[in-house]
């Protein structure tokens, strides 16, 4: 039921899979973006586990020894991603047998002498977090763009601070999600359906708001795809009406002086960049 | 409209804003999320600047001739998180007037060592992403856990990985987005109501998959206070009405052998990775 969190190598170099460990004083999201974004620069195969919330002394020996067990096993040293900033636990994990990436000395210490100043060496943001306005904001913009999926919701639109629009299946609604979880913007969004084409217009509530309006748009074949997956053999689904659906949509959006992207090989977290781009510009 | 970006410290420490650049030839997450957790060691106010999908020779110049404002400007050095992969590139930032955090150099170089093989050396991961299982359970699971919002849906319950429960704002919403969207999980949500407290039984469809159902509860001061925000002055929202239910919701998941944990002081990534822990466990 879990999904594997192993990187698909398209070439497996090496048959036994080396250990990478995550660790962390908080959740240990920080070290594992980074560490995945360094492991995918080899076609490698690697075990990963993810130690979070290593916040005591005891917690911090305890991941040593997962460490050393590793590195017993795999007869290689495991390569170690940290964020721990209090110096009494990153210097327990430092000394067990693994190849130590630790994120926090290698550039904390450095930036104090940039800056003139020290770290506060807190460890994670839980405290302030969750009390803090951007925190806040991003909840706020997650329950508005729930509110204001698909279409289902015109109320309060001029507070949005992102409308996509697209035919169905276009990427809109995950792309909406993640620019409020990732960036707290509330992003609403409306489906382009047949019923517009055939009025030549946007969705009623729309007009009003073009200055903050962004268009998905995606090739005919691979909208077919996704929706074949759906609704197999439909005609929802055909190629012929998604030719159709794309080609009104992508008139429309330029009749309407709306900006548009193509999603078609873009992952949510390049659109939602993207989008974020064009915003600020 | 655009969020403020700017960590907002709890003592500004000096007046002028020192100038952070984050540059990749992605989407500039990986760049951001890490710079953000080193930065937020200070207690000090800096501009963020986004560069992301540098990509090309053009482009690298044109970042670098942005760095080099910003010194001319501030006065001083920017800081500079990078995630180039391609060497030409990188070089050029770092001619820079920065102080660079090369996060690739930094660590990929090394490990082409440790690993004794060359690191592929590729731009971003986009080619693949989108064709990946990994990216497509994702999108699945986002899906999923929208349709299974709030109780809407008993369907396919089976195919779930985490099933959430909780009274009403205890934060099940976003904490099932982003299982979906970060680690690819199929997650339902279920509020507990007056009703099931009445019945003195879980929501009906429920027992059958208790192995994966997790219960998140919250003081009852919270969450008056989180439902005052909403309906202010409703009994909903009010003290002792919040008092009942969450005492009512954690008797019967005590009763019931649900695992909980409390959502009052935790974000939703801590919530989220706290869950993972317990799956794995």
């Given at each position: ?110 930036l104090e002498q940039e800056l003139g100043v020290k770290s506060t060496h807190t460890i994670g943001r839980s405290h302030n977090v969750v009390d803090s306005e951007e ?68 969705p009623s509530a729309l007009p009003l708001f073009k200055s903050k309006i962004f268009g998905l748009s995606i090739t005919a074949e691979r909208l077919s795809e996704i ?45 939602a960049t993207t989008i974020l781009q064009e915003i600020k510009s």
């Amino acid at each position: 039921m879990m999904p594997d969190h192993t990187i698909p190598p398209s070439n497996i170099a090496s048959s036994a899979a080396r250990t990478v460990f995550f660790v962390s004083d908080g959740t240990g999201i920080t070290a594992e973006t980074f560490g995945h974004s360094v492991l995918t620069q080899f076609e490698l195969r690697f075990r990963q586990i993810r130690l979070p919330f290593i916040d005591s002394i005891d917690k911090a020996h305890d991941a040593a020894r997962k460490i050393n067990e590793a590195y017993t096993n795999d007869g290689k040293r495991p390569i170690v991603f940290s964020t721990l900033v209090k110096h009494d636990l990153s210097s327990i994990i430092r000394q067990s047998n693994g190849m130590h990436m630790d994120l926090i000395k290698t550039f904390v210490d450095p930036l104090e002498q940039e800056l003139g100043v020290k770290s506060t060496h807190t460890i994670g943001r839980s405290h302030n977090v969750v009390d803090s306005e951007e925190y806040k904001n991003r909840i706020e913009a997650i329950n508005f763009s729930l509110a204001h999926d698909d279409g289902q919701s015109h109320k309060s639109l001029s507070t949005a601070d992102v409308i996509l629009v697209g035919v169905s299946r276009s990427g809109k609604t995950p792309t909406s999600l993640y620019l409020a979880m990732q960036y707290g913007l509330k992003t609403a969004n409306y489906p382009l359906i047949p019923e517009d084409f055939e009025r030549g217009k946007l969705p009623s509530a729309l007009p009003l708001f073009k200055s903050k309006i962004f268009g998905l748009s995606i090739t005919a074949e691979r909208l077919s795809e996704i929706r074949n997956e759906r609704m197999p053999g439909s005609k929802y689904a055909s190629i012929a009406n998604c030719r159709y659906e794309v080609n009104e949509a992508e008139l429309m959006m330029r009749r309407e002086g709306i900006r548009w992207l193509s999603s078609t090989a873009k992952s949510i977290e390049e659109i939602a960049t993207t989008i974020l781009q064009e915003i600020k510009s």
